[in-house]
């Protein structure tokens, strides 16, 4: 649908669609609209049409107040008026004046003036000339300005910092959820999907809280000189030995990568202060992989100090199946029998928080020998009439297989019971009397007690 104007009438009609400041104006027209016509039309309901409205009066709608307004909102370019006997038909082109700032229009206007430019470049040096002996003040002020800004904006940084970790530490923990949310369900993972490795070590207090005799003369840690293994016993001060230890793994399905193994050095005794050495890591690979059991070494220089020093060994992992058998510790003696006693002195020492009674209590355990392999798989099959009374498979190992054999006597000059306050520290005497006769080497463990938790202990050998 078109309609024809003459020129003052589509100024008119143009100029009303033009809202106020800040206005926003939304019109309907044509078969979209339900209301009257501005320019004194009908609706599309009504009877009249577009084509037989009568142009409107020049004088109701050409108004000053229109012309102002024209002269501050747009800039109108008369195209082309094609002439008929009635009507001139207007093509206008709107454009919104633009607000150009005042650098802006300078800089239009010397663009094409090369020889301003020149002047101005002039200008400017001389100033710089003139100001030659400010230009020091006004670089240390940039300085000191840059300074401050910096600091701010290190203020800044710091301040969200906190904020950020202000807001963690009062957060709720991960899947607790937050107000308008619930809390996220919890993510089951199966055991088949999810393995971990289990680094280990022999470990004394480990194998006691099982119900199982223990010895303080680790398998899994020796000390080696230049001539070969040596014994913990009777350690030169001053000289460098290399600490080597053993390492398994308990899964058949992780390996454990750069697993970290820390030396500690003891004085001789139960409960004593220990003291770091050095950290080496090493892969475990599964269970049954070779090398069976992985060796890791570190160097060990001995104290000045004359002295009798144990050694002890920590396996570091973070997501380690069973980390209660992490840790190992070397602690033997060795003293000869004089007709027929032996002397031995170690440390008893409480290193817990509150006063302790200690009970030393003895055995004679030591690490058997391991049975021979069956000749055939069926020896090794359980026999179902004997269900429930099969052999306990950890029997060679209980403490109860192996007291003080006959004819033994232990005498602990200060009793076998003893009262220790925080931090407290006593020098333990132990007199062996070996049976009349005897030709050998005699082991004895001496473990302190409080109640059933393990304290620590010792291992000494009795030798003629």
């Not at 008369?78 to 207007?90: G, K, M, Q, R, V």
């Not at 220089?301 to 058998?325: F, M, R, S």
């Not at 033994?408 to 006769?437: F, H, M, N, S």
Request: proline share 8%.
């Amino acid at each position: 649908m078109s309609q024809v104007f003459d020129p003052l009438h589509f100024l008119a009609a143009v100029t009303q669609h033009i809202p106020d400041t800040g206005e926003h104006l939304i019109r309907y027209y044509g078969f979209y609209s339900d209301n009257e016509s501005r320019v004194g039309g009908k609706s599309r309901n009504g009877d009249e049409s577009w084509d037989e409205m009568p142009p409107p009066q020049v004088a109701e709608i050409i108004s000053p107040a229109w012309l102002l307004r024209l002269q501050k909102r747009s800039d109108l370019y008369f195209i082309s008026f094609p002439c008929s006997p009635c009507h001139w038909t207007a093509i206008l082109r709107f454009t919104v004046k633009k607000q150009i700032p005042i650098l802006n229009a300078l800089a239009c206007k010397l663009k094409d003036r090369p020889v301003l430019l020149l002047l101005l470049a002039a200008l400017v040096l001389l100033i710089f000339f003139l100001l030659r002996r400010w230009l020091w003040i006004l670089f240390v002020s940039y300085l000191a300005l840059l300074t401050l800004l910096g600091l701010l904006v290190l203020v800044r940084l710091v301040q969200a910092r906190l904020r950020k970790k202000c807001w963690k530490s009062s957060a709720s923990p991960k899947g607790g959820g937050s107000e308008g949310h619930p809390p996220s369900k919890g993510i089951n993972v199966p055991p088949h999907t999810y393995k971990r490795p289990d680094p280990m070590i022999y470990s004394q207090f480990y194998l006691m809280s099982k119900g199982l005799a223990i010895t303080w003369d680790n398998p899994d840690i020796q000390l080696f000189d230049e001539t070969g293994p040596v014994s913990s016993h009777g350690l030169k001060t001053g000289k460098t030995y290399n600490i080597r230890a053993r390492i398994w793994n308990g899964s058949v399905d992780a390996p454990a990568v750069n697993v970290a193994v820390r030396f500690h050095y003891l004085s001789f005794g139960i409960g004593t202060v220990k003291n770091y050495i050095g950290q080496a890591l090493v892969d475990v690979p599964v269970k049954g992989a070779a090398p069976l059991g992985t060796t890791v070494e570190h160097a060990w220089t001995t104290p000045l100090a004359a002295g009798h020093y144990c050694i002890q060994v920590e396996l570091v992992w973070a997501d380690d199946a069973n980390p209660n058998n992490n840790l190992g510790q070397e602690n033997v003696d060795v003293q000869k029998l004089n007709s027929p006693k032996a002397t031995f002195q170690f440390t008893l020492r409480n290193d817990g928080l509150f006063p302790r009674e200690l009970k030393m209590v003895s055995d004679a355990y030591a690490i058997p020998a391991r049975p021979p392999c069956p000749p055939s798989p069926a020896e090794t099959r359980p026999d179902p009439s004997r269900r429930g009374t099969e052999r306990d498979p950890y029997a060679n190992h209980r403490r109860a297989a192996y007291p003080m054999p006959d004819g033994w006597r232990l005498d602990y000059q200060a009793g076998d019971v003893v009262a220790l306050a925080p931090g407290e520290e006593r020098l333990i005497t132990l007199k062996v009397i070996a049976p009349d006769g005897f030709v050998g080497r005699q082991t004895i463990n001496v473990n302190a007690f409080e109640g059933d938790q393990l304290a620590g202990g010792v291992t000494l050998y009795a030798q003629s």
